[in-house]
């Protein structure tokens, strides 16, 4: 890692390449959350989808990243990483910008926004996994707590303002054309990604293993390493149970809150901004609790209150429903950030520089194929058993998941503890 990319010296506010980089987190919020919002609407409104057309749109857009994304991972370690970044943006660019450009001579198909959707998520996610791989190389170890944290927060600022920003163009232009404002935010994000240094395109260092012949090979020793590091294995298991119980509840949420729960639209959207704030306070304040409590015990402390936090769904239902469902989002959107910093920066310490692809990509997998099988399983148990047992069942499962990583570590693990202390300690 050449002192040019990663220099230790320069505080990160004024570190070039990482700067960029949460200028590119920006951009791509707000491009996804006008995308994720017109492109139903132009499926409902204009082209009379259903409410199964509509589900589909949403399973395309994430499906590519649970099954292709050990295969993004094994590609991300051969590419050379800025040329990728730069590519994958401006494809993105041309595939959200066809929309418009189709609705400027009247041929825009529902079968058009399924590929775009389809498309658009594959090029999501295989850059999210070359951006894990990148920032290692951006900022070096000892700053990874800080930087995950400072590229979250960035994150979450764009994920605030794009919903109402959508929702004034969508409004003002309509969805095709606003699906125009959309394909600009990403074609800025190429444009951010393109400043980065050359040197981002180097070899890794010495830490790089040898090259497998072929992604089959490489996926396999992608999956040795994740096997192989205890802690992070059980990051990921723990990870997919969090998934699975929070991806059920959410599934019902919407529906629990305004007919069992009654809650005006109002409401119903205040609970949201209030998960949207408390996400920001924690990427903001992830550093000092990691700090405070170390890396791996942060990562326990969060997850355990991420899982608990569950639990006041269906509390709701006992009375103050209102109140108890902002102290829900405010627990989980808290607590879920600060986990999810701390995994990220785990998976990165004790991940090879040139495996960080492979690692990256085959974590996203699991952890993003739990989410809709929970929305499915969610949905079915509550058509038989109830809302409310259901949602029990599945704050069950999130506490009993993030309980997991409280189970002790025998002797002979090999993460390397004094990286995550000197991390945690920044």
Not at 22 to 41: D, F, K, M, N, Y
Not at 166 to 187: F, N, Q
Request: aromatic letters at 6%; glycine letters at 12%; a positive charge.
């Amino acid at each position: 890692m050449g002192a040019s990319l990663a220099d230790g010296t320069v505080p990160l506010r004024r570190h070039r390449p990482f700067v960029l980089l949460c200028g590119e987190q920006v951009a791509s919020s707000v491009g996804r959350q006008i995308t994720a919002l017109a492109l139903p609407l132009l499926a409902v409104t204009d082209l009379g989808a259903g409410a199964f057309g509509a589900a589909a749109l949403l399973a395309l857009t994430y499906l590519p990243g649970a099954v292709l994304s050990p295969l993004a991972g094994a590609i991300v370690d051969r590419i050379r990483l800025r040329r990728l970044l730069v590519w994958l943006t401006t494809l993105q660019t041309l595939v959200v910008g066809s929309i418009p450009l189709a609705g400027a001579v009247g041929h825009v198909t529902l079968a058009h926004l399924y590929v775009v959707a389809g498309v658009s998520g594959t090029l999501t996610f295989t850059l999210s996994v070359a951006l894990q791989a990148a920032l290692p190389r951006v900022v070096g170890p000892e700053r990874l707590l800080a930087a995950n944290s400072g590229l979250t927060a960035a994150r979450t600022s764009g994920q605030v303002g794009g919903p109402a920003l959508g929702g004034v163009v969508v409004g003002l232009l309509g969805a095709d054309a606003a699906l125009l404002a959309g394909s600009a935010a990403y074609a800025i994000e190429a444009f951010i990604l393109f400043a980065l240094p050359a040197a981002l395109d180097a070899l890794t260092g010495s830490r790089e293993p040898a090259r497998a012949k072929s992604l089959v090979g490489s996926l396999r020793t992608g999956l040795a390493v994740v096997r192989a590091e205890r802690r992070l294995r059980r990051m990921v298991l723990a990870g997919a149970g969090l998934n699975l119980g929070s991806g059920a509840a959410a599934a019902l949420y919407v529906f629990y809150a305004t007919r069992d729960l009654a809650l005006p639209a109002w409401q119903l959207g205040t609970t949201y901004a209030a998960y949207s704030a408390a996400a920001l306070a924690g990427a903001l304040l992830a550093g000092r609790f990691a700090r405070t409590s170390g890396l791996w015990r942060a990562t326990q402390i969060f997850g355990l209150a991420a899982g608990a936090a569950v639990f006041l769904i269906p509390a709701a239902s006992l009375g103050l429903a209102f109140p108890v469902l902002v102290a829900y989002q405010v627990c989980y959107g808290l607590s879920g950030t600060v986990w999810m910093i701390s995994m990220t920066t785990t998976q990165q310490l004790v991940t090879p520089d040139g495996m960080q692809g492979r690692a990256a990509g085959l974590v996203q997998a699991v952890l993003l194929t739990t989410v809709p099988v929970g929305a499915l399983a969610g949905g079915a148990l509550a058509a038989w058993l109830g809302n409310a047992p259901m949602l029990m069942g599945a704050a069950a499962v999130t506490l009993l998941s993030a309980a997991t990583l409280w189970a002790p570590t025998r002797a002979g693990a090999t993460v390397p503890d004094p990286a995550l202390d000197a991390e945690s300690r920044r």
